[in-house]
């Protein structure tokens, strides 16, 4: 039996069946729903998006109350413990796990493709000397659309997989000369020899030796994070590289468009603002005062509660073990020891417990990134070098789904009409 909705239209009296699908009607179905010819057909009324889908997808399936996050039906738990960040990008955008002759092409593609052209370097050079990291990178990321002119045939399927893997390939570079930009220090070339996430600790902290390798628990701690952040379906910077990328454009063009939305505090900005928090809490002498404060709604606690998750954040499990990791390393963040307290104190307070408010991603990525000594304004440039492949991957589905169009919502008109314009000569004299 097909299910459906009959609705009855109370202008009119008239009734329509409405045909449901997966859960969901067709917004131009209630558009058939009008009063008369003339006017114009039934519409939803959403801003934010709350309740409308804008696609079908299968590249990240999340369960907000049972706290399920799968890239491509694989869980995260196994994807971040097991995998390594180009595997999981890999399999974002192809859709399957790779063989070991497909993993090792595709890493090999993606390392060979870390240069930027030297004219990239001259461009990012002549911003201010401190210019925000994310502006560089949005901007950057938009100019190499002007470097591969060709990557504007998105209807070529090895275009667009070139242009993927210069994306994917080119991020840390420029993410890593907008930190060094920002420091005074030269750029530093990729090293080749190492790994995707080696490889950009080293264009950002390499000084005069010969050659920087990190830590290997910290490349794999920073690993993981990118892992973790690689995708999170139809948020803000996703469905601004849709839309954006609706228009048939390049990829660099969309995925700029997809930095900038991610630069905004609601969306990349919470982990800088658990760390801020974190310090003025101070010690944890003082906890007590601040959660009392949180409870009688003078602020929020940063870094708890999600809009899509409501009994526990996945990814912020294997953050807290990937601390552990990272301050093995570069010895204890003083903050953690506040943050562990606040987390323990807030999960037995019925405050929280009955808002199923819990830790999410932001609450201890900021201290691992405070660790790896990045400033605040990195946090979100790491955090899109992490997403890239997850917009590539949606952006690669969105070109490819027939039933995609250019993205126009619509909009309920509320201002003036059919004034009559007198020239400006009459209307000051
Ligand atoms: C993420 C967030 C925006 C989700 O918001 P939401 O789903 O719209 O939830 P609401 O704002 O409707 O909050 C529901 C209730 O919990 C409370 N609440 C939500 N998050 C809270 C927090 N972090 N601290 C204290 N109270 C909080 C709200 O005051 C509200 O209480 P009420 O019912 O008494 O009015 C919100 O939890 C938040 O601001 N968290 C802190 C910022 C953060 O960490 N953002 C990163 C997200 S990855």
């Known amino acids: 039996m097909t299910e459906s909705l009959t609705v009855?239209?109370?202008?009119?009296?008239?009734?329509?069946?409405?045909?449901?699908?997966?859960?969901?009607?067709?917004?131009?179905?209630?558009?058939?729903?009008?009063?008369d010819d003339e006017t114009?057909?039934?519409a939803v009324y959403d801003p934010g998006f709350v309740n409308t889908a804008s696609c079908r997808s299968s590249v990240?399936?999340?369960?907000?109350?049972?706290?399920?996050?799968?890239?491509?039906?694989?869980?995260?738990e196994q994807l971040a413990e097991h995998s390594s960040f180009l595997e999981v990008a890999y399999l974002l955008i192809h859709g399957h796990l790779p063989s070991e002759e497909e993993h090792d092409a595709w890493v090999h593609e993606i390392t060979y493709h870390t240069f930027v052209h030297e004219n990239?370097?001259?461009?990012?050079?002549?911003?201010?000397?401190?210019?925000?990291?994310?502006?560089?990178?949005?901007?950057s990321t938009g100019a190499l659309s002007t470097f591969y002119p060709e990557s504007r045939d998105i209807s070529d399927e090895q275009n667009r997989h070139m242009?993927?893997?210069?994306?994917?390939?080119?991020?840390?570079?420029?993410?890593?000369?907008?930190?060094?930009?920002?420091?005074?220090?030269?750029?530093?070339?990729?090293d080749n020899d190492l790994s995707y996430t080696g490889n950009f600790l080293s264009m950002l902290f390499k000084m005069s030796e010969s050659k920087f390798e990190a830590d290997p628990r910290l490349v794999k701690a920073l690993d993981t994070l990118f892992i973790l952040h690689a995708d999170h379906e139809q948020n803000c910077s996703t469905n601004a590289v849709r839309s954006v990328g609706s228009s048939q454009v390049d990829p660099y063009s969309a995925v700029?468009?997809?930095?900038?939305?991610?630069?905004?505090?609601?969306?990349g900005g919470a982990n800088e603002a658990v760390l801020r928090m974190l310090k003025r809490i101070g010690s944890k002498e003082n906890i007590p005062a601040f959660i009392e404060g949180v409870k009688a709604g003078n602020e929020r606690l940063m870094g708890f509660g999600h809009r899509v998750y409501k009994n526990f954040d996945p990814r912020a499990t294997i953050i807290k073990k990937a601390c552990d990791d990272v301050f093995e390393v570069t010895g204890v963040n003083p903050l953690l020891e506040i943050a562990k307290e606040l987390e323990k104190i807030a999960l037995e307070d019925e405050y929280f417990v009955k808002r199923k408010l819990y830790p999410n991603v932001d609450f201890y990525s900021g201290l691992i990134y405070e660790a790896f000594q990045f400033p605040p304004e990195m946090f979100t440039v790491l955090f899109a070098i992490g997403r890239t492949p997850g917009w590539l991957a949606q952006w690669s589905e969105l070109v490819t789904d027939k039933e995609q169009k250019i993205a126009r919502p619509k909009q309920i008109y509320t201002g003036d009409r059919t004034l009559?314009?007198?020239p400006a000569s009459q209307r000051w004299a």
């Open 60 to 76: 990240t399936y999340i369960d907000g109350d049972k706290g399920i996050l799968e890239y491509r039906g694989y869980p995260i």
């Open 256 to 267: 700029a468009a997809g930095v900038g939305a991610l630069y905004g505090p609601l969306h």
């Open 40 to 42: 114009p057909g039934l």
């Open 8 to 35: 009855r239209d109370n202008r009119t009296g008239q009734e329509y069946d409405v045909p449901i699908t997966d859960g969901t009607i067709r917004a131009a179905d209630l558009g058939k729903i009008k009063t």
């Open 163 to 190: 242009q993927m893997v210069r994306m994917i390939a080119k991020m840390p570079t420029l993410g890593a000369w907008a930190f060094r930009h920002a420091q005074g220090k030269p750029y530093v070339y990729p």
């Open 420 to 422: 009559q314009f007198t």
């Open 120 to 139: 990239v370097k001259t461009f990012m050079q002549g911003f201010r000397y401190d210019a925000h990291p994310m502006g560089m990178l949005m901007a």
